[in-house]
Nanobody, 121 residues
Framework: QVQLVESGGGLVQAGGSLRLSCAASIRTFLSYTMGWFRQAPGKEREFVAAITSSTNTYYADSVKGRFTISRDNAKNTVYLQMNSLKPEDTAVYYC???????????????WGQGTQVTISS
């Protein structure tokens, strides 16, 4: 049974930082591209960042230069360091695992339950 469990969400002021973690119970974690998506109220789920098994990274334009994705294969964990946070970053953030395109939501096979991130102005 594959499980992805996010943690690290919370409420911070604009300009602050948060670090999200996603612990994955996947035997072949190294084989997967790991991604972060987010969904704000009334909006579609959108791509935020992804990291491949060879540690190539991809970011949405809206977070480039502010967010950093990383992975620790020894711990089966992926991280999202979020700096210079803005109110428009407020959303539920989801961790997901893919064996396909890092950008395509439909290529992700496994999803976490999400963690709320709220940025106050």
């Amino acid at each position: 049974q594959v499980q992805l469990v996010e943690s690290g969400g919370g409420l911070v002021q604009a300009g602050g930082s948060l670090r999200l973690s996603c612990a994955a119970s996947i035997r072949t974690f190294l084989s997967y591209t790991m991604g972060w998506f987010r969904q704000a109220p009334g909006k579609e789920r959108e791509f935020v960042a992804a990291i491949t098994s060879s540690t190539n990274t991809y970011y949405a334009d809206s977070v480039k230069g502010r967010f950093t994705i990383s992975r620790d294969n020894a711990k089966n964990t992926v991280y999202l360091q979020m700096n210079s946070l803005k109110p428009e970053d407020t959303a539920v953030y989801y961790c997901a695992a893919s064996i396909g395109s890092p950008y395509n939501l439909r290529s992700y096979m496994y999803w976490g339950q999400g963690t709320q991130v709220t940025i106050s102005s």
